[in-house]
């Protein structure tokens, strides 16, 4: 099991240019969270998905922000037009319910986007 | 007001000794509490979780949970030097909606 993969590992880029974040969530696990995370506000929940369909995006901070997950094994971040203040790190999770109704999150290794 | 608090430490214990970690939360609908630990550069990982008021072991990590007072703590007991890390309290109305605190820095002295 290799995990959930993220890429890229990290991005540089000017203000105003579009961002692409992927990931690609553990095989059967049927939640996939996108979380950002900052030094001064944490780790924050951005949108997830359940099999595929968006749950909640109430955290999404701005129009500028969309996701999507256009089959089981992918999703896509995306920040168009990117500013300075979206410099953070970008996690993406997947999930499935255990027998216990856990829903334990397992986290990729993290996309560190730096919007100059 | 954030949602989640925690102190950011750091939070300084000898090796062996009992670190005691806290966090409160203000949504009394809360149901769901998750401890993960971070390492410096690295992505959060789960410690465990608890549901139920009352205490929950598993190792040398002991969970409690008091929503009457809204508030749930991890026992790190026999504290190692890998023990050495930033502590996520995630607190959330479901198991998927979580908000994280800003965590707590632990050292463990040698």
Known sequence: DAGVIQS?????TEMGQEVTLRCKPISGHDYLFWYRQTMMRGL???IYFNNNV?????????????AKMPNASFSTLKIQPSEPR?????FC??????RSGANVLTFGAGSRLTVL | QKEVEQNSGPLSVPEGAIASLNCTY????SQSFFWYRQYSGKSPELIMFIYSNGDKEDGRFTAQLN????????LIRDSQPSD????LCAVGPSREKLTFGTGTRLTIIP
Not at chain 2, 26 to 29: A, C, E, F, L, P
Not at chain 2, 84 to 87: E, G, I, K, L
């Open chain 2, 67 to 74: 929503k009457a007072s809204q508030y749930v703590s991890l």
């Open chain 1, 93 to 98: 999770a997947s999930s499935i319910r255990g």
């Open chain 1, 44 to 46: 924050e929940l951005l």
């Open chain 1, 86 to 90: 979206d410099s953070a790190v970008y």
């Open chain 2, 84 to 87: 050495s890390a930033t502590y």
């Open chain 2, 26 to 29: 203000s949504d009394r609908g």
């Open chain 1, 8 to 12: 890229p590992r990290h991005e540089v």
């Open chain 1, 54 to 66: 968006p749950i909640d995006d109430s955290g999404m901070p701005e129009d500028r922000f969309s």
